[in-house]
């Protein structure tokens, strides 16, 4: 492999774009080809970017030899079958999220990626960011003590999508988010939601995420809000965390505050509960685009051989607790184990 | 009964005072007289008003001819015992939400009430506010159109109580704020939440309600917040509220947006769900007292033989949902039926 | 003098109640008379204080001899000479703010004050919060660096005054605050301002102070804003520091940023400006009501013959400063000496 | 002339790119050429946009012969050095505000474009937003009723400029919006400010405006503060207006709010004051870009050969402005009567 890593996008959509602009602007990597069915998005591709190929056809695109990695960032009911014939062509993998449509399609592509000695990284934005970082950084280091709950909010008048519900297209963000910050993967899920348009998947969106010990994690999604907000609250027993993304500074806020349990003085058994409330501080945070973090540490992953922050086995952790929402969902909240579903997906996968 | 309704106070902790200092502003009302267990507090009571007279009798207060109605604003596993000893010495009754520890102590209180033709109400405070007035005014005049969702988070770092979870605490002003503005009854519940304290009830939870049609309704409490949020957003096809209590002024705002469905050209069976977006608007809200307004419609209710706007039914009905609530968060979201819980208290009761 | 200071209250009006509720609760303090032109006024006094003496005469209660100490809370233009009367008749006094009409009338006051040996102290209220007082010592401490300007808006829709301009109702209390927190007095100032009402006080008002050295104040009041603002840049050459007291919490947020100043590489005699951009925190701030501190305050300088706080000079400075504006205002912004003032003050008294 | 306006654009620093991109998208328009004196801005422009010319020349762009129209996007000082070259040339010419560094330079434009029929265009991009032309459609359909003041908070942690003062940089959007929504010219300025860094302008500045009858307006502009702020209060006899161009949405908030003035019963020459509250409603603003919509005006006028929304004499009136706040600040606020500014330019000019 030259000591350039040269990618080919799959999708010019939404998402593609920022990826190619940021692939394109990244040292180490280079854009070689982007490929889209539809020819008004080529001709934009072409207009920006002159010196990149264009094709409609996925299939040629894979096979290009000057192509080191493939991106997919198309609807997620192609990630599969478009990640599966680029690992097969040896090519590295980049796939937006959710990973895939099903947890056993992602194990899949683990295996397929990890038998060809291939990179397989999954598209966990957020992951990128500056304040999640920071919020990984507190939790790694103790700073919030023992975390005693995740909560987020992210609603706004949405698109309604035809063939995803609520939580593929937000909930993803907050698993995503969860599972790089917690280190922790919950044990079962009660997600309750409803659906406004006929025959349309679910609009409005909860989910609750039990974890082993004294952890419990809420997401609340919905495309039928009038405001949009983004805001997490990260519990624990020294500190707080309010992670506002709307905010343009101060995204991350830190309260010393939380309650303080002391042994009672009349009853050994028993604790007294009492308010503990301190400072707030809200740390000075990057403002890097992830984008470009990410394209850097893909193109590092590659070139280098080391394992993605966020890999294939987390795009399935993330899969693996959509699959349960929305098994969940579709009985008004009964508890689905995700281990269960996880033997299941290696079960079929077999 | 004189043209004057003379109230007796049983309790004079935190809501007490309130309830005391409102009622001796009433016009057409007078404290007789106040009763708490507590030496001290009744101290107070004679330092602000020297003319009511004071007990540490429950039974004392509720039997004086000088009384025409006794008002409970004790803890609530003491709401059902004083009530029924008021309502037999003759007295109506207000009682401090939530009405009763349980669904069936409700209903006894509803039938005694009733046989003996006295007035009873529960104290579900936020439906005399303006805010919520407003919110009723515009559900029932039709300017929502079908209400799609109601959605509450009334989070905060607040006193963990040693005998009911968060839903009883917090959740039930939500209950009897949707009970009075949705004019509808959820059919079924699922909860979850987490205790955080050792031997004390959940410190956070989560309650989804399903009804008949199109509507959901979600509340999220919690005692472990670093921040105070009071926010409610009540969604409807034509327009959506957010009615956010901590705001000084615009508590209400009445965005003119949502989303549009067109039949599909191509598919007559289809529709096309496109965006609405509009104008914001914030309408005047009057700011008098909410506790001011209830003890004046109290006090015509008792004069005038009238049902208050929150009688015993609609304690009742609260009553309900916290029950089907904590035996579905005790199982992790189980959906629980709220007829069911319905008939189980009326099968109790006879 | 008894161990108890025992004050008599002059005025019942909008910030009279409050001044009796906080003696009345002061340890030290006891309200032995209440004065009010109003009988209605003094009515409410009884009602809710039997044991306070009321009267419709300042000179009786001037006279009192069970009477320590004498509080002014009448409109400004009666200040001087009820000041002036209960200093004679040897009492201390605390005046609301601001001290007086003119400043012949402080300064004659401080002497009276003076020649007697008693306590005089001015209601400058502000100085006796949690934020204030974070701010004097964070300024104190050299934590701010050298404070480069302080910034105030003071705006909401507010009753037209009939006798003093929006200044002396509301530029009086970051007068008071600038004194207490920056420890320098001004030297001059321009004044800009317009009166809406024909035949009323200006109603809008903007003021800037000029410090020796790099210090420059602002000050923007208005009675006629649809919202309600009441924010303060405290900006250094260290640190900045934003009050904003209508935030329930985090009233104080302090920022590590600012502009850095490095000799230019290329000229000796030029200095390279860049930004500084650092963390901000919120310091947990008591809560205590500032009334309550002040009224301690001023019972213990009594009792201990101590310099208050807030004395007569530094109510002197204060309607320095709102003389020359109103000077300044009446010629559109000329500048007028501060010290100027001071000095015509002085002799007009001798 | 060709039926499509062929533009050169004269700078590429901060803003040229966005005038470039903008022009380039625009219908009508094409850019022909950009000129920059450092060769890295042309290496950026010949890599996005392959086709358009690049030269380091002014000259010579606006020699050409293809170029209809010249932009200027340089600093401030060589604005009317290059707008009269490319007049001469028989251009028409878009200037960056602040128009010129004098009045004088100003008018001498102005009369070169008049002389030869050219269109003469000044860049006041807020003029062109959906928030001020509500603002302006407001006032002009006489909705605020009489307007009482117009007062503006432009602050933010900025580069200190080393040419120019912070009005210049910063009140030069108030005043070209101020010229455009109020529709009235201010008669004289009082304008204070200080300067924290040796040699460098005045980084803090308050400006107030006189105009005739009962309106006034101040502009607080500051590049030293801790927070951005970009608030604009407008308040009218019958309605205030608060523009918040932070605001993602509800940028402009309309209130019902303000004085009602009533004849008084007791003297028909006095006025009563009085209170007025009620809704709030923010109306839906066009999100369109404002250098979207300003590209296909300066098209239209040139085409047509139609006055500019902002023309020279508007770019003039905010270059007097300026030149009297700046010489009020040198005498700390001394007021300056914009109009004898206006003949002083005039005479040197002939």
């Not at 774009?17 to 080809?33: D, M």
């Not at 409803?194 to 609009?203: C, D, G, K, S, T």
Request: charged share 20%; with cysteine; hydrophobic share 45%.
């Amino acid at each position: 492999m030259s000591s350039v890593v040269r990618v080919g996008v799959i999708g010019y959509g939404y998402w593609g774009p920022n990826l190619v602009r940021n692939f394109a602007e990244c040292p180490g990597a280079a854009v070689g080809a982007v490929c889209d069915a539809r020819p008004e998005r080529l001709a934009l591709v072409q207009r920006r970017y002159p010196a990149v190929e264009v094709t409609t056809s996925a299939e040629e695109l894979v096979s290009r030899a000057d192509i080191d990695a493939v991106i997919v960032a198309t609807p997620v009911d192609r990630h599969f079958e478009l990640a599966l014939a680029a690992l097969r062509a040896g090519k590295h993998v980049l796939i937006e999220k959710p990973m895939t449509s099903t947890s056993t399609q992602a194990r899949r592509l683990i295996d397929e990626a990890a038998s060809r000695g291939l990179t397989l990284m999954v598209d966990h934005t957020f992951v990128y960011t500056g304040a999640v970082r920071k919020m990984r950084e507190m939790t790694a280091a103790g700073e919030l003590g023992d975390i005693y709950y995740y909560d987020s909010v992210r609603i706004n008048l949405g698109l309604f999508q035809h063939d995803v519900n609520v939580l593929w297209d937000l909930a993803v963000h907050d698993l995503a988010i969860m599972d790089y910050v917690l280190g922790q993967t919950p044990v079962s899920v009660s997600a309750t939601g409803l659906a406004h348009v006929a025959a349309r998947p679910e609009n409005i969106a909860y989910m609750t995420m039990f974890f082993p010990g004294s952890l419990i994690a809420h997401v609340h999604v919905n495309w039928l809000s009038p405001v949009k907000i983004r805001r997490t609250l990260l519990g624990g027993s020294r500190r707080m965390v309010m992670f506002d993304d709307l905010e343009a500074s101060e995204k991350i806020k830190v309260y010393d505050r939380g309650i303080s349990l002391n042994p009672s003085p009349e009853n050994v058994y028993q604790m007294l509960v009492g308010y503990r409330t301190g400072d707030m501080y809200a740390p000075q945070i990057p403002l890097s685009e992830a984008l470009s973090v990410e394209a850097a540490h893909f193109v590092a992953c590659v070139s280098q051989g080391t394992r993605p922050l966020t890999d294939g086995e987390a795009g399935l952790r993330v899969v693996q607790l959509l699959e349960a929402a929305t098994e969940s969902m579709a009985h008004q909240g009964r508890l689905v184990n995700v281990g269960r579903l996880v033997n299941a997906g290696s079960l079929e996968h077999t």
